[in-house]
C-alpha cells in the first residue's frame, strides 16, 4: 500500500487481502469455514444454524458455503447495533436473502445469548425429518484456518525478501487472531499480532476468548505452548460494535481515495484506524514492515451509506 505508507510517513505497508476469499463477496470467515463446515458435513448434518447480527459477514458466508455443498442455511440474526425500523434489508442481511437462508431477525445487542431461540429451530426442522447442526460460536477448529493464513504470509514476504514485523487486523475474539498467533509461533516467526477490538465484546473478554482460543488451538495441532507469546495484543476504543466513529470513517476514507480499497465500518474500517494510530504515535516503527489483513465485509458498508456519503460529500480532496 505505498501510496497509505507515503502519507503516513510510516512502515512499509502490505495487504493481505481476505476480502477476496469468494463465498459471496469473500471475507475472513471462508478460511475458517472451510474446517467448521467440514466437521458439520462429517456429522451428516444438512441444515446448518448460525446466529450474528443481522449485518454479519459471518452469516452471509455459511449461507454461500451451506448453498455450495447442499445444506439449508438458517439464521438467527440478533438486531444488534439496528434497531426497529433501523433496520434496512440491505448489504449482507439482502445477500443473505438473495441465497435464500432461512432468516430469523430477534430483537436483542449482539451480546445477547440467543440460544434458545436456535434450539428452537433445530426441533422444528428435526420435525420435519432434517438433521440440523447448530452454530453457538466459532468453534476451536476454526483457527486451523488462520494458522494456514499464517504460513501463507511467511511464504509469500520470503517470496517478495520482506520481513514481516506486524500483523493488524480487526478481532472479535474469534479464531482469527488465535489461528494467527499459532501460524507464526509453529514457524517459529516473532511477528506481533494485533488485533483492533470490533467491540462485539469488551477487552477483557475479548482478550479472554484469544486466549482460550490459543490453548485450545495449541492442543489442537500439537504446539509447544512455550513457544507462544506472553501477551495478546488487543488495541481498543473505537466505539462499540457497529458504531462507526470519526476515525474510523476517516479511516475508511483515507484507504478509498488512496489505494482504491474499501473497508466497511464494523470490522476492517476499526482494525485501519487503529493501524493509522499506532503509526501516528510511533508505536510502529517508520522502517518496520506491516500487513494488513483485510478481513471483508464490504457489503455491510452499504446500511452505513447515509453517514458515508455525507462525509465523502464534505471532503473533495485529501490533505496533508
Known sequence: MNNLSSHLKGPRIYVKRDDLTGLALGGNKTRILEYVLGEILSRGADVVIATSGIQSNWARQ?????RMLGIKPVLVLRTAQF??????YTGNLFLDYLMGADVRIVEASIRDDVTSVMQEVAEEYRAKGHNPAIITDEPVVGVLGYYDCAREIVEQSARLGVEVDYV???????????GLVLGFAAAGKRVKVI??????????TTISRIRNFIEKGAELINLDKEKL????EVLDGYGDYGEATKEVIDAILLTARLEGIILDPVYSG????GLIYMIQQ??????ENVVFIHTGGIPAIFAYRDLLFKKAQ???SLRP
Open 229 to 232: 507469546p506472553s501477551t495478546v
Open 168 to 178: 493488524v487486523h480487526a478481532t472479535s475474539g474469534g479464531p482469527t487472531q488465535p
Open 282 to 287: 510511533g508505536m510502529i516503527g517508520a522502517h
Open 62 to 66: 455459511i449461507t454461500a458455503a451451506a
Open 314 to 316: 464534505s471532503l473533495h
Open 83 to 88: 434497531k426497529g425500523a433501523n433496520i434496512d
Open 195 to 204: 488485533g483492533v477490538n470490533s467491540a462485539a465484546y469488551d477487552r477483557a
Open 270 to 273: 476499526k482494525a485501519m484506524a
